[in-house]
Nanobody, 124 residues
Framework: QVQLVESGGGLVQAGGSLRLSCAAS????????MGWFRQAPGKEREFVAT????????YYRDSVKGRFTISRDNVKNTVYLQMNSLKPEDTAVYFC?????????????????WGQGTQVTVSS
């Protein structure tokens, strides 16, 4: 049974930083790509960042490029999202997810397993 557990969310002022973590268990972590998605109140879930199985290939939504960095540790079975220069519009519940393949994807339908989410609130 695959489990994804996010941590690291919280309340931060605009311009601040947070680092989200997602610990995975239940199957061979380094076989699969990972992604981060977010959902703000009243809005649909949206893609944020993704990383392939090895960690050498990443992709971001335009609005977070240059501010967010996704990375993974295949020994610790953990994926991270470093978020810098946070803006109020980054406020959302952030979810990590795992695909069924090694290549990254920005499409939610490619992800088989999802965590419960962690709240990120950025005050102005």
């Amino acid at each position: 049974q695959v489990q994804l557990v996010e941590s690291g969310g919280g309340l931060v002022q605009a311009g601040g930083s947070l680092r989200l973590s997602c610990a995975a268990s239940g199957r061979t972590f380094n076989n699969y790509a990972m992604g981060w998605f977010r959902q703000a109140p009243g809005k649909e879930r949206e893609f944020v960042a993704t990383i392939n199985w090895s960690g050498f290939s990443t992709y971001y939504r335009d609005s977070v490029k240059g501010r967010f960095t996704i990375s993974r540790d295949n020994v610790k079975n953990t994926v991270y999202l470093q978020m810098n220069s946070l803006k109020p519009e980054d406020t959302a519940v952030y979810f990590c997810a795992q695909t069924g393949a090694g290549a990254w994807s920005s499409q939610g339908r490619e992800y088989r397993y999802w965590g419960q989410g962690t709240q990120v609130t950025v005050s102005s």
